[in-house]
């Protein structure tokens, strides 16, 4: 369970299917196109691999995957969410590939909703609340509950790795 | 003599003819008779009794030599030798006295030759006595025997035969003479008889041809007569032979005439009531006449039923001709908008051919435009591939120009406070790119569409051009078949104003035809009043077996019932009746008329 939000924020919109999402975009570093993705061996299904931003390996894991969603191959506006996710006192930097990114959106707290208990399909615990944008809900992830310490940790030695190599 | 018929005359006259024949043979074989009887005694009795004589005579002077010979003889063989000589000549003699004896003719035949036999037997008695004198060689008593006895006794026998011969001669001659009178006699007889036959047949002949000629010259004229028609001869009978029958039938034949003439002057006056009296059975003039003065009849019924006829039928043929006229005027008037009509036709046909020629000249252009379209449209799509390559590019550059704007928009909002205003430039420069973007996708996927488009009217435009071409070629078989269309339709033109007059020519026909047919009406009225020149014995079954067939069946059956009566009752109309044979036929046909 996260924590309730109680100011206004920014947040960065993405598309994984029909589906809106949104992140504080104080979490988020930068947005990448889908350059080409170094698939790193021996990792999870939704770990796609590692990308080179400025001499830097930074892993991309497919959000479609690790939200259990199908695969779908990759378009023109596929983009990397580059997120930095604070684990520990510790500053990871990971990339999430979203079908498409739309726009940076500020959110009063009035506009949110806390997650449905009875939400099926997602678990609640990952969603800090839903905001109303017109007609569509916007699912407000807790990002650093998605990644769990231990992926982190993968994620972290994967990219070690994949500098390494 | 008159009545006697032909053949008894000429019988008579040849029995009188051959009479005098027979009679004048009879006489000439009885003179013939007389000459075969003289000549039968000459040949049969006075020239055999001379030779049988003249025998003897000859065998007497041998027999005398022979005594004298055996007188003189000495010897005994000698004298055998004569004596046989002797007795065979003295035996002929016997025989042939005795042949002699068969042809005495008569007493003083007789007489002679009994007495040359007599002398004979003297002689005969002489001679022996000297041979037996002889025998014994006395020659002297024999020789005075001779001399004194044989010598007197031959010449006594000589003397007597010599007598038979004269006798004979005689007889003989008086043969011939009884033969040159008969002979005499017959020539005149027979000369007197032919004579007599002669004039006789030659008077029996003229009688007989007068009596057959005169009456037959007569009978001739009054055949020739006849011959000539004239019927007004008659001839007297004034015999009862074979020309007189022939008279009496010429007659009768005339008088048959004249009645076949009287009946044939009564039908020639219109009169077909006559009875024609058959004069036999076998008379064919009558039947001819007979079967003629039916058949007058029968013809005389049918031309007038059939000028009744006429005289109806031309009536509604006048009717027919009217209307025909009228017809053909109409048809005129039909032919003049025909006319009328083909011309506008021809116009249009014509303004078709032009349309047809501008249509073919429309479809080469057409055909060229669709090549150049066809190449403009190459050309577009050439330029729409550019067009989409070049907005890939910009969508490309949207695309970066959005991930720019959103990095930026990420920065702002990381900067805080003072990222704010670089925040909504941002916002704005990421909502152009949208912009762009959506208009770049726009326009690739209008470009696309374009690029199909123009490709399908390539396509359709390189299809377009054979359809053309082949539209160009029936544009050119319809320009063609305008010009067959002309000159059809001015042909048509043509045999239309024909047609107008041969119509027009019809409706005068029709009128002419009218008039004719009214000429005819009068000319059968006519024919009606000519054929009542003929009295018929009253209304005849053809006409009323005929009139109905004019009308309808049904109505006919009642009609023809009535028709008869209503004829005979108009003074003017063919006085025409049904005699038995007739009626019984109207009823027949009457009967068929009940089947309706």
Known sequence: ?165 | MKNWKIGNRITAGFAAVLLIAATLGLYAYAQLRVIQRGTTHITEDTMPSIDVISGIDARAREVYATVLNHVLADTKPEMDALEKNLEEHSALNTEDFKKYDSLVSDSRDRELLDKAQNSRKSYDAAREDILTLSRELKNKEAIALIHSKLTPSYRQYLQALDDIVTYNQKLGEQASTAINTSIRNSVSGIIVGVVAAILIGLIIAWFITRSITVPLASATAAVGEVAKGNLSTTLTVNSRDEIGQITASLNSMIEGLRGTSRVADAIAGGDLTQDVKLLSEQDTLGHSLTKMLENLRKIVGEVSSAANNVASGSEQMSATAQQLSEGASEQAAAAEESTSSMEEMSASIQQNADNAKQTDKLAGRASEDAKTSGASVSQTVAAMKEIADKIAIIEEIARKTDLLALNAAVEAARAGEHGKGFAVVASEVRKLAERSQTAAADISRLTGGGVRLAHEAGDLLTKLVPDIRKTAELVQEIAAACGEQTTGSNQVSKAMQQLDQVIQQNSSAAEEMASTAEELASQAQQLQGSISFFKVSSASAPAAAVTPRKNPPVKASSKAIHAAPSRNAKPGAVAIALDDNHTARGDARDGEFQHY
């Not at chain 1, 947005?31 to 770990?47: A, G, K």
């Not at chain 1, 479609?64 to 930095?84: H, N």
């Not at chain 1, 939400?119 to 509950?145: K, P, V």
Request: glycine residues 6%; charged residues 20%; proline residues 6%.
């Open chain 1, 1 to 165: 369970m996260s924590t309730q939000i109680t100011a206004p924020a920014q947040y960065i919109t993405f598309q994984l299917g029909n589906e809106l999402f949104a992140i504080d975009v104080a979490q988020v570093r930068e947005i990448l196109e889908l350059s080409l993705v170094t698939r790193v061996p021996t990792s999870p299904d939704y770990m796609r691999g590692v990308v080179n931003v400025r001499s830097k390996a930074i892993p991309v894991v497919d959000l479609r995957l690790k939200f259990g969603l199908p695969a779908v191959p990759d378009t023109l506006v596929s983009r990397i969410v580059v997120m930095e996710i604070e684990l520990d006192g510790e500053t990871c930097i990971v990339g999430g590939l979203a079908d498409s990114v739309h726009e940076v959106i500020e959110l009063e707290p009035s506009q949110i909703s806390p997650p449905p208990r009875l939400a099926s399909r997602w678990r609640t615990e990952l969603i800090r609340g839903m905001a109303r944008r017109g007609e569509q809900f916007i699912i407000i992830l807790d990002i650093a509950a998605v990644f769990s310490s231990d992926e982190i940790a993968l994620l972290k030695n994967g990219a070690s790795d994949a500098v390494i190599a």
